[in-house]
């Protein structure tokens, strides 16, 4: 079945950076496009973050980032892997949020992993 782990996350500062990093099984990652959404107290989840899956020699992969996240946030995959990363760097508090990834979209059957807490404050 599907499985993903997100990690990385943690408490950091306005300015800081964190990397996280999502190990998935179950599917065949290497063709999925995935993403990196969150999930702040009281709001939706919403998605921050996709890459395609670049899974030939012919192929590359591209990414879109959210507004508010674009130009501080980069998504990055290793297919031989199976995991995602998203470095999120110049952080603000606006970003506390649990993150969580997923494939884009969400594909039927595809249980969501526990997230990975990021909070940030001074």
């Known amino acids: 079945q599907v499985q993903l782990v997100e990690s990385g996350g943690g408490l950091v500062q306005p300015g800081g950076s964190l990397r996280l990093s999502c190990a998935a099984s179950g599917f065949i990652f290497s063709i999925e496009t995935m993403g990196w959404y969150r999930q702040a107290p009281g709001k939706q989840r919403e998605l921050v973050a996709r890459i395609t899956s670049g899974a030939t020699v012919y192929t590359t992969t591209t990414t879109y980032y959210a507004d508010s996240v674009k130009g501080r946030f980069t998504i990055s995959r290793d297919n031989a892997e199976k995991t995602v990363y998203l470095q999120m760097d110049n952080l603000k508090p606006e970003d506390t949020a649990v993150y969580f990834c997923?494939?884009?979209?969400?594909?039927?059957?595809?249980?969501w992993g526990q997230g990975t807490q990021v909070t940030v404050s001074s």
């Open positions: 997923n494939s884009v979209p969400v594909g039927s059957g595809y249980s």
